[in-house]
C-alpha cells in the first residue's frame, strides 16, 4: 500500500465509504439515511476546513445551508427557474455572502468570532422565518423536484449516489486544498498566527478564503437536502443546526476528511437508532456525545486511528 | 412616554436574567476558561424544579430553595463526571461536553416530570402597579432587584473575602494561584457550584413573568452567552451590562419596531459593537503570547 500517499488512501477509503453499504444496502430506508449522511458530510467537510485547518469557530453555517436550501424552492417556485439552476445561483450567493460578511467577522477571534458567527446565522433564520411572502414563513416551503435527462430525482437510491458522488468530489477537493500553498498557510494560521504573519501570510486573506469555501461547502448541502427533501424551513437555518453541524466536526476528529464523514455519520444514525428509546433519545445522545469526548478526546476517527497505531507500536 | 417606561422595564426584566447566565458564564469562564453551553439549563432546573416542589404543597420559600440546592448539585456533578476527566482538553472539545451535558438535562426533565409550559404565581400578587402610564407586573421588581443582590453580594464576596480573592487569582494565572497554595481545583467547582445557584435563582424569579418548560435553556445559553461576549468575556461588570443591554435592545425594538424581528436588533448591534471593539464593551485587552 506504500505506493500509494496517505492523501489517495484517505479518498479511497472514502470511496468505498460510499459504494460497499451502497451495494448491499436492504432497503430504501438504508439509502435515505445513507444519503442524509453523505449530504451532512458535505457542510461537515466544509466546516472543518475553517475548524480543523483554519482554527476558526463558527456558530452560523446553518445560515449558509439554508440559503442553498431556499434558493431551491424560492426560485423555481416563484420565477420558473430550472431547479438545478437555482440551486447554483443559490450555492454562489452564499458564497458571495461570505465573501461580504467574512473580512469584518474574520477579524473576530475565538469567542468573539462564535458570536459573531451566530448573530449572522441568527438573522440569516429571522428573515427566513419572518418574510412569509417569499418563504413561507415558519411553515417553510416545497421544493420542486429537479429533473436530468428526463429523470425525476425522488429516490432515496438515486439520491444516495448522487451525494456519495458529490461528496466525494468535496473531499478530493478538500484533501488538495490541504496539500496546495493555501492548505499550508492554513495550518500556518491555525498552529501560531503570529508566526505565520512573521513568515509573509495575510492571516485575514486565507481566513477569508476558507470561509468562502466552508460556505459554498454548507450551501451545496443545503440544495442537496432541499431537492431531497422536496421540503425547506427555517429550522434549516437555526441554531440547533449550526450546533450540530460543529458537534460533528469535532466528534469525528478536527482536521480529519474521514472525521468528518464520521461525525456525520454519528450525529445521524444515532437519533434513528435510540428512537426505540422513545423518551430517553435526549437523554442518552447526550451522555453518548459526553462518552465520545471523554474517550476519543481528538475525535471518533483519529482518535481510533490513534489507538491501533499504539497496539501495533 | 408610558410605552416607553413599559418597555424599558421588561427589558430590563429579560436583560436581568440574560445578565445572571453571562455573569455564570463568566465565573465558569475565569475559573477553568471552559465556555458553559449547560448554563441555561440551571435556569430551566430553578424554575422547574420550583415548580414541581410547589406543586407537590411546599410553601413556595422553601420550593425554591431547594431548587437552588438541586441546581447546585447538578452543577458540582457536571464539574465532577464531565469538565474535570476532561482536564487539558481544547475549548472545543470543552463546549461539546457541556452541549452533551445539556441535553442530558433536557432530556431527563421530561422524564422525570412533563413538557408542559409552567407558571407560578408573582411572588408579591399579581396586579400591575401604575406608574407614569405604564403598567408594571410586581414581579418585574423582584427580578430587577434579585439580579442587584446577586452582583452586590458576587461583588462583596469576590473582592472582600479571603477565598473570593483565591477565585480571582485562580483566574488571573492557574498556575501561580496553585504556586501560593490556592486549591484551584476547590475554587474551579466552586465556580461552577455558584454559576448554577445563580441560574437558578434567576430561573426562579422570573417563571412568574416568562413561564418554564424544560426546553427554555438552549435559547437562554445563547443569549447570556452573547450577552458576556458583548460584555468582553472575563469580566462581570460587562457580562453585567452585557445582558441588560441585549435585554433593552430586544426589548424596544419588540415594542417600537415588530416582534418578529427582536432579536434581530439585539444582535445586529452586538455585531456592530464586536467589530468596532472586538474584545467586548468591558474591552479587556487581549495579549498574544509568542
Not at chain 1, 437508532?273 to 453518548?288: D, M
Not at chain 2, 417606561?5 to 477553568?32: H, K
Not at chain 2, 432579536?263 to 474591552?283: E, K, Q, R, S
Request: charged share 10%; net charge positive; proline share 4%.
Amino acid at each position: 500500500m506504500s505506493a500509494i500517499s496517505p492523501r489517495y488512501r484517505t479518498l479511497l477509503a472514502i470511496l468505498a465509504l460510499v459504494i460497499l453499504p451502497g451495494l448491499v444496502m436492504p432497503s430504501t430506508f438504508y439509502y435515505r439515511i445513507g444519503a442524509l449522511v453523505f449530504i451532512s458530510a458535505i457542510a461537515v467537510i466544509g466546516l472543518n476546513l475553517l475548524m480543523g485547518y483554519a482554527g476558526q469557530v463558527s456558530l452560523g453555517h446553518a445560515g449558509f445551508f439554508a440559503i442553498g436550501g431556499y434558493a431551491c424552492a424560492i426560485l423555481p417556485a416563484r420565477y420558473g427557474t430550472d431547479p438545478l439552476l437555482a440551486a447554483l445561483a443559490g450555492i454562489v450567493l452564499a458564497g458571495l455572502l461570505a465573501f461580504a460578511v467574512g473580512r469584518p467577522i474574520l477579524r473576530l477571534r475565538g469567542h468573539y468570532l462564535a458570536v459573531g458567527t451566530l448573530g449572522l446565522g441568527l438573522l440569516i433564520g429571522m428573515v427566513l422565518t419572518n418574510e412569509v411572502w417569499l418563504t413561507g414563513g415558519p411553515d417553510g416551503m416545497q421544493v420542486q423536484r429537479a429533473t436530468v435527462f428526463g429523470v425525476r430525482l425522488r429516490s432515496a437510491e438515486h439520491w444516495y449516489w448522487i451525494s456519495g458522488t458529490i461528496m466525494v468530489l468535496c473531499a478530493w477537493i478538500a484533501a488538495n486544498l490541504f496539500d496546495s500553498p493555501t492548505g499550508r498557510a492554513l495550518r500556518a494560521l491555525r498552529d501560531s498566527m503570529v508566526a505565520a504573519e512573521v513568515m509573509g501570510i495575510r492571516p485575514s486573506r486565507y481566513k477569508l478564503i476558507v470561509f468562502v469555501i466552508s460556505a459554498v461547502y454548507a450551501a451545496i448541502a443545503g440544495t442537496m437536502l432541499a431537492l431531497f427533501n422536496g421540503l425547506v424551513t427555517p429550522d434549516n437555518a437555526s441554531f440547533l443546526h449550526s450546533v450540530e453541524l460543529v458537534t460533528m466536526v469535532v466528534i469525528g476528529g478536527m482536521g480529519s476528511l474521514i472525521g468528518s464523514i464520521v461525525g456525520a455519520a454519528v450525529l445521524i444514525i444515532l437519533p434513528q437508532v435510540l428512537t426505540i428509546f422513545h423518551e430517553y433519545e435526549t437523554l442518552l445522545l447526550g451522555i453518548l456525545i459526553i462518552l465520545f469526548m471523554l474517550f476519543l478526546r481528538q475525535g471518533i476517527a483519529p482518535g481510533l486511528a490513534g489507538l491501533f497505531k499504539g497496539r501495533r507500536a | 412616554m408610558g410605552d416607553l417606561l413599559q418597555f424599558a422595564v421588561s427589558g430590563l426584566t429579560v436583560g436581568s436574567v440574560y445578565a445572571l447566565v453571562a455573569l455564570g458564564f463568566t465565573l465558569i469562564y475565569n475559573a477553568s476558561e471552559v465556555v458553559n453551553f449547560a448554563q441555561g439549563e440551571f435556569v430551566m432546573i430553578g424554575g422547574m424544579a420550583t415548580v414541581f416542589l410547589y406543586a407537590l404543597g411546599l410553601p413556595l420559600p422553601v420550593a425554591a430553595l431547594l431548587a437552588v440546592v438541586l441546581a447546585v448539585v447538578v452543577g458540582l456533578m457536571l464539574h465532577t463526571f464531565v469538565i474535570a476527566p476532561a482536564r487539558g482538553a481544547d475549548a472545543v472539545t470543552l463546549i461539546i461536553l457541556t452541549i452533551g451535558a445539556s441535553l442530558v438535562i433536557r432530556g431527563a426533565v421530561p422524564i422525570l416530570y412533563d413538557k408542559q409550559f409552567h407558571k407560578l404565581p408573582g411572588f408579591s400578587g399579581e396586579d400591575p402597579i401604575r406608574l407614569f402610564g405604564a403598567a408594571i407586573q410586581p414581579q418585574a421588581f423582584w427580578v430587577i432587584g434579585g439580579m442587584i443582590l446577586v452582583v452586590l453580594a458576587l461583588h462583596f464576596f469576590l473582592n472582600h473575602t479571603r477565598f473570593g480573592r483565591a477565585v480571582i487569582a485562580t483566574s488571573v494565572s492557574p498556575m501561580a494561584a496553585k504556586l501560593v497554595g490556592i486549591n484551584t481545583a476547590l475554587v474551579v467547582g466552586f465556580s461552577f457550584a455558584v454559576s448554577a445557584g445563580v441560574g437558578a435563582l434567576a430561573g426562579i424569579l422570573v417563571t412568574p413573568v416568562t413561564l418554564t418548560s424544560y426546553d427554555v435553556g438552549t435559547i437562554l445559553a445563547l443569549k447570556g452567552f452573547a450577552a458576556a461576549v458583548l460584555g468582553g468575556i472575563g469580566s462581570p461588570v460587562g457580562a453585567v451590562l452585557g445582558g441588560l443591554l441585549v435585554g433593552m435592545l430586544e426589548a424596544l425594538s419588540a415594542g417600537l419596531i415588530s416582534s418578529s424581528y427582536k432579536d434581530a436588533a439585539a444582535f445586529i448591534t452586538i455585531i456592530l459593537v464586536l467589530l468596532v471593539m472586538p474584545n467586548g464593551l468591558a474591552g479587556l485587552k487581549h495579549i498574544e503570547r509568542v
